[in-house]
T-cell receptor, first 112, second 112 residues
Framework: DSGVTQTPKHLITATGQRVTLRCSPR?????VYWYQQSLDQGLQFLIQ???????AKGNILERFSAQQFPDLHSELNLSSLELGDSALYFC???????????FGQGTRLTVV | ELKVEQNPLFLSMQEGKNYTIYCNYS?????LYWYRQDPGKSLESLFV?????AVKQEGRLMASLDTKARLSTLHITAAVHDLSATYFC????????????FGTGTRLQVTL
């Protein structure tokens, strides 16, 4: 167990819908990262937050957004969902004193 | 743009054999990560290599980094079935800490 908690584990939704994925980082970790893993794109960095502020952006679609709350948990919002958004979405967290990011179990999103 | 390439993409090996997975990256990076992923599971941190010439070993796995050649290797010694998994290398752009670019992964299958 990495200490990073993601909910829900599985999500099935229809095209055009909106979903929210939740991540609780390891205790004390200020940095949260979101990654998408799909068969055709592999593992891709989406976005990073540090202590509530957006720190870096990767290949994140405009239909996707994220935020980190004062208690450091983070949410990834995916809207106007398309079939191609079906993927495994990982959250990772890292402390300021370690170079290693620890990954959660992921949320498997299926868009039908 | 940082690109990370791994080879081979798929590796089938017998128990007891040795093999090496290669990871090349395209631009300057000051560290290199190796992760393991079991099917449908999270990513588990194996090694983080922080400097040129760094070598780390854990059990039957040994990782090394040559920043001048932009090459990291993951060597498997006397493979056992439990090592069957997908192995990813990942690198950050210098100065961006854990905003990682992942390789395509090497799926390792160790046969009895």
């Amino acid at each position: 167990d990495s200490g990073v908690t993601q909910t829900p584990k599985h999500l099935i939704t229809a095209t055009g819908q909106r979903v929210t994925l939740r991540c609780s980082p390891r205790s004390g970790d200020l940095s949260v990262y979101w990654y998408q893993q799909s068969l055709d794109q592999g593992l891709q960095f989406l976005i990073q937050y540090y202590n509530g502020e957006e720190r870096a952006k990767g290949n994140i679609l405009e239909r996707f957004s994220a935020q980190q709350f004062p208690d450091l948990h983070s949410e990834l919002n995916l809207s106007s969902l398309e079939l191609g958004d079906s993927a495994l979405y990982f959250c990772a967290s890292r402390s300021t004193t370690s170079p290693v990011a620890f990954f959660g179990q992921g949320t498997r999103l299926t868009v039908v | 743009e940082l690109k990370v390439e791994q080879n081979p993409l798929f590796l089938s090996m017998q128990e007891g054999k040795n093999y090496t997975i290669y990871c090349n990256y395209s631009t300057t990076s000051d560290r290199l990560y190796w992760y393991r992923q079991d099917p449908g599971k999270s990513l588990e941190s194996l090694f983080v290599l922080l400097s040129n010439g760094a070598v780390k070993q854990e059990g039957r796995l040994m990782a090394s980094l040559d920043t001048k050649a932009r090459l990291s290797t993951l060597h498997i010694t006397a493979a056992v079935h439990d090592l069957s998994a997908t192995y990813f290398c990942a690198a950050p752009l210098t100065g961006t800490a854990s905003k990682l670019t992942f390789g395509t992964g090497t799926r390792l299958q160790v046969t009895l």
